[in-house]
């Protein structure tokens, strides 16, 4: 038997009952399965407690210059100004000493250190006369 793609298909009887019945029958496989089942609520997670801002300090902010300009600043240091004295980083033999100057006098606070180091021990000693 040869078909040429003129025949129409059987008309299909109510159509509409045939997928309610489908679509009940996978509704009824679906609740006697027990993947199907849906688990129980579970209550609502809890807020996180609010972060606490750190407590701000009184440190002064410290303006750092470069006396002999900034691209100088690897063989001339730097200053700032603090308490009516001056802090400096300056570089000595490849190394740095940071000092505290006021009034004449001069206080070592690291010598032979890094950079880093010279900066750190700045800021902790003014940290430290603040409190």
């Known amino acids: 038997m040869t078909t040429n793609g003129n025949e129409t298909p059987a008309p299909v009887s109510n159509l509409r009952a ?3 019945e489908l679509t009940q029958a996978l509704a009824a496989s679906k609740a006697a399965h027990p993947a199907g089942k849906q688990t129980p609520a ?6 996180a407690p609010a972060k606490k ?3 701000k300090t009184d440190t002064p902010k410290l303006r750092w210059q470069f006396p002999g300009g900034f691209a100088e ?3 001339t240091g730097q200053t700032a100004s603090f ?3 001056e802090l400096a980083m ?3 033999d490849g190394k ?3 000092t505290f100057t006021k009034g004449g006098t001069e206080t070592v606070l690291a010598e032979g250190v890094g950079a880093a180091k010279a900066y750190t021990a700045c800021v902790g000693y003014v940290k430290g006369q603040a409190a």
């Open 96 to 98: 740095w000493k940071a």
């Open 73 to 75: 600043r690897a063989t």
């Open 90 to 92: 300056k570089p000595v």
């Open 83 to 85: 308490d009516g004295g």
């Open 53 to 55: 801002q750190a407590a």
């Open 42 to 47: 579970k209550a609502p997670a809890k807020k």
């Open 18 to 20: 045939a997928r309610k």
